[in-house]
């Protein structure tokens, strides 16, 4: 890391949120906005996702073009609406947002590859929180990032139950 | 942000011009990051030291408040009686002494650093449990921590996970944001930061005493 002497200034720095339309996502989108949000930060929102996992992988039976065709309308409306909210949020705290999607079958590995090719100095993650034993489940995709991840990475919780 | 612009060489005109901006005029959101209270999980392990210069150089502002909090476990108590009793007394209070005296020596080092970043207020923490994760997330709660800091392993192409046993434990039992601070990313032929792996696939320097080096500086 850059390291500089005296009153440091930050450089201007590129945060990757991962977000998936859910509460816990959005949960993290506003813990980042309220604690590390700086003017001037480039932050760029990375959805993953894909067509229902039969059409696209083979399978004995074939899926006809309509199938495809409006699993792909329907994921392409999903996203299109999340990109929406998710842009109008950034507008109306002026942020500087950039959407940014990738088709994968394994969101884990995506967000990963996606913070490595945007050279992200930082992930911000949600997660669902704690399960039945005080362990929380971070779900699988969180569990593969913060192994895998070669970008520091946030992860944030659920806010306490009121 | 409350920390003044510095006179960087080389900065651009537009990076200056963000910085008198942001100070000028704050945003919603520059209001929004004031007064966090930063709890950073130091040990004597370069991955520490790593966590607090990435927290130093990329996140901290003037009003933070940091704490740094230091978790040791108790040296272990081996039974005796007897002559053999006496001697293990004296044993284990040498071995508290010395847990004692690294402690000061990291905070030395640590507030080292602190300075070379201008960062000036930080409060220690030194706890001893078995579990240094469970420790680290009740000092979390006593400060009520908008952020814990902690620093990864880091064990490289080896090894598949970067975690630690303690960042595991504390990742997955806190209630509050935790940040893991993984190494640069690195090719897979070398080990960036003086990591060097022995044929074993032991770090043969990964877990160097950070606070040792501090006090030979200080001769």
Redesign the interface.
Known sequence: FCIMGGQSSKPQQRVLIAVDGSSHSQNAFDWYRTNLATPGEDVILFHTGSLPSHLVAPTGIPASDSDVRQAEESLRKRVARLEESMMEQCKQHSMQCRWKYADSLSPGPAVVDASAEEKADLVVMGTRGLGTIRRTILGSVSEFVISHSRRPVVVVPPPPQQ | ?A????A?AGASPE?KA??Q??KASP????Q??QN?SILIAIDRSRHSE?AL??Y?????SNEDRVVFVNVTEPPDLALGFGMAGAAVAEIYTKAVEETVEAAKRLAVNVKTICR???IEKIRFLERISHSPGQAIIEAAEEEQA??IILGSRGVGVLR????GSVSDYV????????????????HHHSEAGGQHYSVQGKPAVEDQDVGDQAAKKEG
């Open positions: 942000m920390s003044p612009p510095a960087i990076s963000q910085l901006h942001s945003t919603a959101d520059e929004a990051v966090r790593r210069r990435w130093a150089s990329k996140i901290h070379s970043f201008g908008d952020l598949r996970t970067f975690l990742l997955h039992h806190s209630r509050r944001s935790a940040v893991l601070v993984v190494p640069a990313e690195q």
